[in-house]
């Protein structure tokens, strides 16, 4: 995630940028920069790689500012060079902008600066932020900011400074976190509490649609509409390591909490409008030639590890339903060694967070060999996968750093869930005003997603009352057991309890001679024709002495005299279900890995990116 930073004051303003910077590297980045108001006017200094870069760069020459904005970069749109590091000025060079979150609108922005005479220099979104200030530029900076956030769709926080106003750093959010900070010396800007611990703690958090103008000795605050806004200031109480995790407790919980915005993120940027209907239609240029998608013989093959594996599973029932196209689903390690038949019709979605699993990337060569198209999903924008995939959709969750993977999941989800959408719509399995509901039904997800943490408590409790389990079953049909998958894994692999998955059909074929009076099974319960099954299955372990949660929809009563204890989720479409029937799951893990002593960042035996076979 990017990281932005600001200093304006008495101080020489590169050394503190620097350092606050480092205090951001926790977020993950892949390129860092500098824009400093010098005595000889506006520097930029910026490079791809690491901050020792940045810093090695800055070491042959002195800059003299006191007023500077940086940032660290993690790559959406543009590969990471150093071109396309921030900060980005405008043609002339007198503006730099640092920018933190993703201009969904940027490709009609940028045409349109394009036809004003503009030649943009990078790939990314952001730069037509630091053209678009000069466009409306008249004198008055906050004024242009102003007329620039008017324009621009998505998600920002924003750091801009110009060298016709050397005393002021102009400061606005959207949807992406901003702070200001209140030094002795100085005022600053940060994404994030940790960047500032060094100078300061009493801070303002700037609220969506707010803009700060910050000067040596003082902070101004305006709504969008250019009105004045007090501000409360807040003084924090966290150490270094509590504010890098945003006051959570461990990364894995910040980022499980980071799910709705993730979905948006993913999901938002890819709904349009058609022009003509006004109804919703999935933007899909990301894949090259997706119309060959549409070919009789046709055939997809997904192929990942671990969590990415079930959302592969979970994407195959997606796309069978929505788009009737058959599909094959493959753990990455197998399909390597299986003497595959693949070949050129065939269109093979790879999924992969950290885009560098080794088994994931050959066997994504292998099937690149047989002349197949590739379509990566991935959330690292310049990993291997996304630079030998014919296509790339990215996820666009932000850096995963706990070893679990929570938001990787639902974001790769919510691809599938378009991609299947979009094949489904022009290979006419469903109508446009389906395509439309559907979209609309999914534009739903963020929020309720969002609405599961009102049941944190009550999963703390569940967790406190059966974290000492040692067997934990999860069961479901269709959706619902490519999800008891998912939570099984993520329930080994924090906790250390020993968690199984069955397809609640499959019960009586063995599995349940296992069930005891200590065995807790929890049961999928979002498929409604399936609901009566559902029940059987639950009587049948209970009536073996085991003890049953059922998950369902808020509007189901169906299990409440048969489970023990029900939890209920928002009511969405039972096939959008996975995006949401997986998060109490998650929760319920990490309650149990805390409650065993276990560290759930870092679960033992597990590395974050398995880049060996
Ligand atoms: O980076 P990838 O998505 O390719 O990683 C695949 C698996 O290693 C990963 O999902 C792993 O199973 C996670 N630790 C699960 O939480």
């Given at each position: 995630?990017?990281?932005?930073?600001?200093?304006?004051?008495?101080?020489?303003?590169?050394?503190?940028?620097?350092?606050?910077?480092?205090?951001l590297?926790?977020?993950?980045y892949?390129?860092a920069g500098?824009?400093?108001?010098?005595?000889?006017?506006?520097?930029?200094?910026?490079?791809?790689?690491?901050?020792?870069?940045?810093?090695?760069?800055?070491?042959?020459?002195?800059?003299?500012?006191?007023?500077?904005?940086?940032h660290?970069?993690?790559?959406?749109?543009?590969?990471?060079?150093?071109?396309?590091?921030?900060?980005?000025?405008d043609?002339?060079?007198?503006?730099?902008?640092?920018?933190?979150?993703?201009?969904?609108?940027?490709?009609?922005?940028?045409?349109?600066?394009?036809?004003?005479?503009?030649?943009?220099?990078?790939?990314?979104?952001?730069?037509?932020?630091?053209?678009?200030?000069?466009?409306?530029?008249?004198?008055?900076?906050?004024?242009?900011?102003?007329e620039?956030?008017?324009?621009?769709?998505?998600s920002?926080?924003?750091?801009?400074?110009?060298?016709d106003?050397?005393?002021?750093?102009?400061?606005?959010?959207?949807?992406?976190?901003?702070?200001?900070?209140?030094?002795?010396?100085?005022?600053?800007?940060?994404?994030?509490?940790?960047?500032?611990?060094?100078?300061?703690?009493?801070?303002?958090?700037?609220?969506?649609?707010?803009?700060?103008v910050?000067?040596?000795?003082?902070?101004?605050f305006?709504?969008e509409?250019?009105?004045?806004?007090?501000?409360?200031?807040?003084?924090i109480?966290w150490?270094?390591?509590?504010?890098?995790?945003?006051?959570?407790?461990?990364?894995?919980?910040?980022?499980?909490?980071?799910?709705?915005?993730?979905?948006?993120?993913?999901?938002?940027p890819?709904?349009?409008?058609?022009?003509s209907?006004?109804?919703?239609?999935?933007?899909?240029?990301?894949v090259?030639?997706?119309?060959?998608?549409?070919?009789?013989?046709?055939?997809?093959?997904?192929?990942?590890?671990?969590?990415?594996?079930h959302?592969?599973i979970?994407?195959?029932?997606?796309?069978?339903?929505?788009?009737?196209?058959?599909?094959?689903?493959?753990?990455?390690?197998?399909?390597?060694?299986r003497?595959?038949?693949?070949?050129?019709?065939?269109?093979?979605?790879?999924?992969?967070?950290?885009?560098?699993?080794?088994?994931?990337?050959?066997?994504?060569?292998?099937?690149?060999?047989?002349?197949?198209?590739?379509?990566?999903i991935?959330?690292v924008?310049?990993?291997?996968?996304?630079?030998?995939?014919?296509?790339?959709?990215?996820?666009?969750?932000?850096?995963?750093i706990?070893?679990?993977?929570?938001?990787?999941?639902?974001?790769?989800?919510?691809?599938?869930?378009?991609?299947?959408?979009?094949?489904?719509?022009?290979?006419?399995?469903?109508?446009?005003?389906?395509?439309?509901?559907?979209?609309?039904?999914?534009?739903?997800?963020?929020?309720?997603?969002?609405k599961?943490?009102?049941?944190?408590?009550?999963?703390?409790?569940?967790?406190?009352?059966?974290?000492?389990?040692?067997?934990?079953?999860?069961?479901?049909?269709?959706?619902?057991?490519?999800?008891?998958?998912?939570?099984?894994?993520?329930?080994?692999?924090?906790?250390?309890t020993?968690?199984?998955?069955?397809?609640a059909?499959?019960?009586?074929?063995?599995?349940?001679?296992?069930?005891?009076?200590?065995?807790?099974?929890?049961?999928?319960?979002?498929?409604?024709?399936?609901?009566?099954?559902?029940?059987?299955?639950?009587?049948?372990?209970?009536?073996?002495?085991?003890?049953?949660?059922?998950?369902?929809?808020?509007?189901?009563?169906?299990?409440?005299?048969?489970?023990?204890?029900?939890l209920?989720?928002?009511?969405v479409?039972?096939?959008?279900?996975?995006?949401?029937s997986?998060?109490?799951?998650?929760?319920?893990?990490?309650?149990?890995?805390?409650?065993?002593?276990?560290?759930?960042?870092?679960?033992?035996?597990?590395?974050?990116?398995?880049?060996?076979?």
């Amino acid at each position: 995630m990017c990281g932005i930073v600001g200093y304006i004051g008495t101080e020489v303003a590169t050394p503190l940028l620097l350092d606050s910077l480092k205090k951001l590297e926790y977020r993950g980045y892949d390129s860092a920069g500098i824009a400093v108001l010098a005595h000889e006017g506006l520097v930029v200094r910026k490079a791809k790689g690491r901050l020792t870069k940045l810093e090695q760069l800055l070491a042959s020459e002195a800059i003299d500012g006191t007023v500077g904005i940086g940032h660290t970069r993690w790559a959406t749109h543009g590969e990471p060079s150093d071109i396309n590091s921030h900060p980005h000025t405008d043609v002339s060079g007198n503006i730099a902008i640092v920018h933190n979150g993703i201009i969904e609108n940027h490709a009609k922005l940028r045409d349109w600066l394009e036809k004003h005479g503009v030649t943009f220099r990078s790939q990314t979104d952001s730069e037509v932020i630091a053209h678009l200030i000069d466009f409306h530029y008249n004198g008055d900076l906050l004024q242009a900011v102003r007329e620039t956030m008017a324009r621009i769709e998505g998600s920002y926080a924003l750091g801009v400074l110009s060298e016709d106003a050397p005393d002021r750093i102009i400061a606005a959010r959207k949807d992406s976190p901003l702070v200001i900070g209140y030094g002795k010396t100085g005022n600053y800007i940060a994404s994030d509490v940790p960047a500032l611990l060094a100078h300061t703690r009493e801070v303002t958090y700037i609220d969506d649609y707010e803009l700060a103008v910050l000067f040596a000795d003082h902070v101004e605050f305006y709504t969008e509409d250019g009105d004045p806004v007090q501000k409360e200031i807040c003084h924090i109480e966290w150490d270094v390591e509590a504010a890098e995790k945003g006051g959570y407790e461990h990364f894995m919980l910040k980022e499980m909490h980071e799910q709705p915005k993730a979905l948006t993120d993913t999901i938002r940027p890819r709904i349009i409008r058609d022009e003509s209907s006004g109804l919703r239609n999935v933007d899909m240029h990301e894949v090259k030639d997706f119309e060959r998608w549409k070919a009789e013989d046709s055939r997809i093959f997904i192929v990942a590890c671990g969590t990415a594996w079930h959302a592969g599973i979970v994407g195959k029932y997606i796309f069978e339903q929505f788009a009737r196209i058959p599909v094959e689903v493959d753990i990455a390690s197998e399909f390597r060694y299986r003497n595959p038949l693949c070949g050129k019709n065939d269109i093979f979605i790879i999924i992969s967070q950290s885009g560098e699993t080794a088994d994931t990337l050959a066997a994504m060569r292998l099937a690149k060999r047989s002349g197949a198209e590739i379509v990566a999903i991935t959330n690292v924008v310049g990993s291997t996968l996304s630079r030998e995939a014919d296509s790339v959709l990215y996820t666009w969750a932000g850096p995963e750093i706990a070893v679990a993977s929570t938001k990787a999941f639902t974001t790769q989800l919510s691809c599938l869930y378009l991609i299947a959408l979009k094949l489904g719509n022009i290979r006419g399995v469903i109508s446009h005003q389906q395509l439309d509901e559907h979209l609309k039904e999914i534009e739903r997800i963020p929020a309720a997603a969002a609405k599961i943490f009102d049941m944190e408590d009550e999963l703390q409790r569940f967790a406190a009352r059966h974290f000492n389990k040692t067997k934990v079953f999860f069961m479901g049909r269709l959706f619902d057991y490519a999800i008891s998958m998912e939570s099984a894994l993520k329930l080994k692999e924090i906790s250390y309890t020993h968690s199984e998955a069955f397809a609640a059909g499959e019960l009586k074929h063995g599995p349940i001679a296992l069930v005891d009076t200590s065995t807790l099974v929890v049961a999928f319960c979002t498929q409604r024709a399936l609901f009566e099954k559902m029940d059987s299955n639950m009587k049948e372990v209970k009536a073996r002495g085991a003890t049953v949660l059922a998950i369902t929809f808020d509007d189901v009563d169906t299990f409440d005299g048969t489970a023990d204890e029900t939890l209920k989720l928002p009511v969405v479409l039972d096939q959008f279900s996975p995006m949401l029937s997986i998060i109490p799951c998650q929760l319920y893990a990490y309650y149990c890995s805390i409650l065993r002593g276990n560290d759930p960042d870092k679960p033992r035996n597990l590395a974050k990116s398995v880049t060996v076979e």
